[in-house]
């Protein structure tokens, strides 16, 4: 056994030991938005912007959540067909909207926008020519919402006079695969915006989840609006930033709200995450090498060091894999699946390393930001 052996081991544990006990407590799962909040005395206006790209499988089914939302106050629903190849558009406006529905066709995206984002700008613009509304819902087609969800985020927004309220929509998670990479996703996005940082106005931390956001309107304005963003492809964690600068902001986790799109394998879950893991490091060569260095002594060190428990390293290795294992549970029981997918965390955590060097490939290939079949990240860091 080395002296740099030893070292990186006993790094491992104590890098785990500062996740367990200093992160926030970002594994915990506290933060959860649930219907239990005091109703406003007035309940403000609201609109729901829904940008829909190809999306005619699931839109029936998701902007029939959003018309049956139990709402006490004025509440209207933009679709923003963007551009769709299938029946997307069609399919919506079919519904019994009951007088809730507008579908509007997107135009195409000026140089500059993400797809997304210019989908979504055109539906704020539809809706400030005609009647703005207090707030702005920006949801994204394929997640479902209960009904009382509307109720709980615009209650939620109202007792703590927050600018932005988001949700992290519960991931489809019925697959082997699914089962294997899904929570941690959430997982380590809660490590990357510690949930409780993020809502301690205090704190300089900010994030949002992009499936589901409650927007003061007014707030948006003061940023810029969407254009401040119209590059970003990480979208919902650029405006989360931008909107802190305005008031509170709020990030939790949700039952309430739920992608039914389901992931047809690794390969698949491995694009969701490759779209913008690079961008997260600020395209820089250097930070991608650091993150691939933090990760293997975080993922890969302890399971090797604990092969050998004879020595000092083993144990320090062992450690560190509890600790991780320890970290994962809140999430799973979150997910309802079972607390031994802990002992896997250092595998899914290789996989993960794998998916950002590959973000970084496609980037380098000029493929950076795929999204409905464009290619979206900005060609300089």
Same mark, same amino acid.
């Given at each position: 056994?080395?002296?740099?052996?030893?070292? =990186?081991?006993?790094?491992?544990?104590?890098?785990?030991?500062?996740?367990?006990?200093?992160?926030?407590?970002?594994?915990?799962?506290?933060?959860?938005?649930?219907?239990?909040?005091?109703?406003?005395?007035?309940?403000?206006?609201?609109?729901?912007?829904?940008?829909?790209?190809?999306?005619?499988?699931?839109?029936?089914?998701?902007?029939?959540?959003?018309?049956?939302?139990?709402? /006490? +106050?004025?509440?209207?629903?933009? #679709?923003?067909?963007?551009?769709?190849?299938?029946?997307?558009?069609?399919?919506?406006?079919? #519904?019994?909207?009951?007088?809730?529905?507008?579908?509007?066709?997107?135009?195409?995206?000026?140089?500059?926008?993400? +797809?997304?984002?210019?989908?979504?700008?055109?539906?704020?613009?539809?809706?400030?020519?005609?009647?703005?509304?207090?707030?702005?819902?920006?949801?994204?087609?394929?997640?479902?919402?209960?009904?009382? $969800?509307?109720?709980?985020?615009?209650?939620?927004?109202?007792?703590?006079?927050?600018?932005?309220?988001?949700?992290?929509?519960?991931?489809?998670?019925?697959?082997?695969?699914?089962?294997?990479?899904?929570?941690?996703?959430?997982?380590?996005?809660?490590?990357?915006?510690?949930?409780?940082?993020?809502?301690?106005?205090? $704190?300089?931390?900010?994030?949002?989840?992009?499936?589901?956001? =409650?927007?003061?309107?007014?707030?948006?304005?003061?940023? +810029?609006?969407?254009?401040?963003?119209?590059?970003?492809?990480?979208?919902?964690?650029?405006?989360?930033?931008?909107?802190?600068?305005?008031?509170?902001?709020?990030?939790?986790?949700?039952?309430?709200?739920?992608?039914?799109? /389901?992931?047809?394998?690794?390969?698949?879950? %491995?694009?969701?995450?490759?779209?913008?893991?690079?961008?997260?490091?600020?395209?820089?060569?250097?930070?991608?090498?650091?993150?691939?260095? +933090?990760?293997?002594?975080?993922?890969?060190?302890?399971?090797?060091?604990?092969?050998?428990?004879?020595?000092?390293?083993?144990?320090?290795?062992?450690?560190?894999?509890?600790?991780?294992?320890?970290?994962?549970?809140?999430?799973?029981?979150?997910?309802?699946?079972?607390?031994?997918?802990?002992?896997?965390?250092?595998?899914?955590?290789?996989?993960?390393?794998?998916?950002?060097?590959?973000?970084?490939?496609?980037?380098?290939?000029?493929? %950076?930001?795929?999204?409905?079949?464009?290619?979206?990240?900005?060609?300089?860091?």
């Amino acid at each position: 056994m080395t002296v740099t052996w030893l070292t =990186l081991c006993a790094l491992s544990f104590v890098v785990w030991i500062y996740l367990l006990i200093a992160r926030g407590g970002y594994w915990l799962t506290r933060e959860i938005n649930e219907a239990n909040l005091p109703a406003p005395a007035v309940w403000p206006s609201v609109a729901a912007v829904v940008p829909a790209r190809d999306e005619g499988d699931v839109i029936a089914r998701t902007i029939g959540s959003l018309i049956a939302q139990d709402y /006490p +106050g004025p509440f209207r629903i933009v #679709l923003v067909d963007d551009q769709s190849t299938d029946e997307t558009g069609e399919i919506a406006r079919a #519904l019994d909207s009951r007088g809730r529905l507008e579908v509007i066709s997107g135009s195409a995206r000026p140089a500059g926008w993400t +797809g997304k984002l210019w989908a979504v700008a055109q539906g704020i613009a539809y809706v400030g020519s005609r009647d703005p509304s207090e707030y702005l819902w920006l949801t994204d087609a394929d997640i479902e919402h209960s009904p009382d $969800n509307l109720r709980a985020l615009v209650a939620r927004a109202e007792a703590g006079r927050l600018v932005l309220v988001s949700e992290m929509a519960k991931l489809h998670c019925s697959t082997w695969a699914e089962r294997f990479l899904i929570p941690a996703f959430v997982y380590f996005f809660d490590m990357l915006y510690p949930f409780y940082w993020v809502n301690d106005p205090h $704190n300089r931390t900010a994030a949002a989840a992009g499936g589901s956001m =409650l927007v003061k309107r007014t707030g948006l304005e003061a940023i +810029g609006g969407i254009e401040a963003i119209r590059s970003e492809i990480i979208d919902d964690c650029a405006l989360g930033r931008r909107m802190k600068t305005q008031g509170p902001i709020w990030l939790g986790l949700t039952e309430m709200a739920r992608s039914i799109r /389901p992931y047809s394998g690794m390969r698949e879950i %491995g694009r969701m995450v490759s779209r913008s893991a690079y961008a997260q490091l600020h395209y820089s060569p250097l930070v991608l090498t650091g993150t691939i260095l +933090g990760m293997l002594i975080l993922y890969v060190v302890p399971p090797l060091a604990a092969l050998d428990l004879s020595g000092p390293a083993g144990l320090a290795g062992l450690l560190a894999w509890i600790a991780m294992a320890v970290s994962f549970q809140p999430m799973l029981r979150f997910y309802r699946l079972s607390p031994l997918w802990g002992i896997a965390l250092p595998a899914i955590g290789i996989v993960y390393t794998v998916f950002t060097f590959d973000s970084a490939l496609q980037h380098w290939n000029g493929r %950076g930001g795929m999204w409905k079949g464009r290619a979206q990240a900005m060609t300089r860091a």
